[in-house]
């Protein structure tokens, strides 16, 4: 895409600029999730941003994992994110680590040292918080800030090489502990670890903090543009005192953007974690988590993920995005790509008694009639079939069109038929019809002799194939967390609900993660955890309507 034809924001706007100005040849941006958990909705805006600003003025992007803290984070993070980025369609031009500047950034820290702008501190982690004082309140110094650079650069090199145990030492920038910006109050820039790395192994127990590694990894990159959300803007003074007093060639230039927040949606990696941990969820890519894996999981396509991020748009300000919006983005991405089907969610069988026994007649189906390029199927059709439970009523209200004793309905792509009698268990339940069809309003024959009011959908008893469906709601009640009380007594207990019921008999070739449209309930996806050759999970993504309107 040109950048000229691009839609304007600005982050665009200030990129133009520096392009025009001279103060960069080449764009580079990059995407740098710390391995600590697997991506979500919030982080495929980052990544759209990121990939796509790079793309617009035919620059590149870095992916680099922030692998700073070994205590959290894992080789499976890794691999989660290397395959969520490319299944959205995003190729990276460099694959980086921030554990592979390690070297660099503990020569960095040492130049602080020497330059009389750091100092290993010998106060806990509780005490450097209350000598850092309040937003209204200046902090104070601490004991150890006035060290010589000699003492400080011994006991550096010591806590490199091991001698102090977790939290006994910090290595700390020296700034302004009167600052009003609590950031730049002497922030810790490298703590003790001793925990075995990912990557390097056990080579390293002391670790850089974020907001120190994250500006050297940028210069290292020469990345132009480091985007970022709002909660990083504190941050800006510190990451650009890191890339001057550590003396860093490339000035990269740090820019923030909203974050994504939805409705009734868990957006903290924690809490995330919290849910996957404590085994309220079926795993990181359970359907009901905004993970990338999760709605892959559930059916959505990557093109539906990246129009819904390019629509939100980029902007500074904080803004809670109903979750519908990107519902409607998945119903707009399959309208024209799903086959519609037939599929019994809660059966009810029907007998039709005057239909010939053991005969089987194959009806015409259009797979899609909005794209009739998706061609037509054959159905099987005969005396019994199975129909849904909500589409029959013993003793129906006004206005109810579908089956109830003496009443006539027409059956999606065959016959009318008509309730003669109902038959029930011992207990009252209705656990079968017996219809009569009348074989002269047969689909397609162009029949007017007369009308029925409603239309309902089946799947011959003799042929379906037996199938499990998961429908979703919500896994978040209440967005508003009230105080005292943990988000997790907000998760809704009737998230999910599994029915058995049948599909149509040639859905026994559907494969993992195909998508289809089943007659009014909705888009599903076929589960690809829990599909076994013999057994079909459905998972349906959306409802097929929503009261939800795109504002143009």
Known sequence: MDNKEASSNFIKNIINEDLSSGKVQEIVTRFP?????????????????????????????????????????????????????????????????????????????????????????????????????????????????????????????????????????????????????????????????????????DKWCIYPMYAFAHPIEDAIEGVTHSLC???????????????????????????????????????????????????YVDGWDDPRLPTISGLRRRGFTPESIVAFCQEIGVSKGNSIVDVQMLEHFIREDLKLKAPRTMAILRPLKVVITNYPEGQVEMLDAENNPENPEMGIRQIPFSREIYIEQEDFMENPPKKYFRLFPGNEVRLKHAYFIKCEEVIKDEEGNVVELHCTYDPETKSGTGFTGRKVKGTIHWVDASQAKRAEFRLYDSLILD??????????????????????????????????????????????????????????????????????KLKK
């Open 229 to 279: 959300t709002t909660e990083f803007e504190d941050q800006r003074p510190l990451y650009n005192w890191v890339v001057e007093k550590c003396e860093m060639e490339a000035k990269p230039q740090q820019i923030e953007f909203a974050r994504l927040n939805l409705t009734n949606t868990v957006m903290s990696k924690r809490k995330l974690k919290q849910l996957v941990d404590e085994n």
């Open 479 to 548: 967005d508003e967390e009230q105080e005292g009380k943990s988000f997790l007594e907000n998760v809704n207990p009737h998230s999910l609900e599994i029915l058995n019921g049948f599909v149509e008999p040639n859905m026994e070739d559907a494969k993992a993660n195909d998508k289809f449209q089943f007659f009014r309930h909705g888009y599903f996806n076929v589960d690809p955890k829990h599909t076994t050759e013999d057994h079909l999970v459905f998972n349906r993504i959306v409802s097929l309507k929503s009261s939800f």
């Open 33 to 201: 999730p710390e391995p600590n958990g697997y991506l979500h909705i919030g982080h495929a805006k980052s990544i759209v941003i990121n990939f796509g600003l790079a793309d617009d003025f035919k620059g590149k992007t870095n992916l680099r994992f922030d692998d700073t803290n070994p205590l959290k984070e894992d080789v499976e993070y890794v691999d989660s994110i290397k395959e969520d980025v490319s299944w959205l369609g995003f190729e990276w031009e460099g694959l980086h680590y921030a554990s592979n500047y390690f070297e660099e950034m503990y020569d960095r820290a040492v130049l602080l040292i020497k330059k009389g702008l750091a100092y290993v501190e010998d106060l806990s982690a509780d005490e450097i918080r209350e000598y850092r004082g309040t937003l209204t309140e200046p902090g104070k110094e601490s004991p150890s800030r006035n060290r010589s650079i000699e003492e400080n650069l011994d006991l550096f090199e010591r806590m490199k090489h091991g001698e102090f145990k977790d939290g006994e030492k910090v290595l700390r920038a020296k700034i302004d502990m009167s600052s009003p910006n609590i950031n730049m109050r002497d922030p810790v820039l490298y703590r003790i670890a001793h925990a075995t790395h990912h990557n390097t192994g």
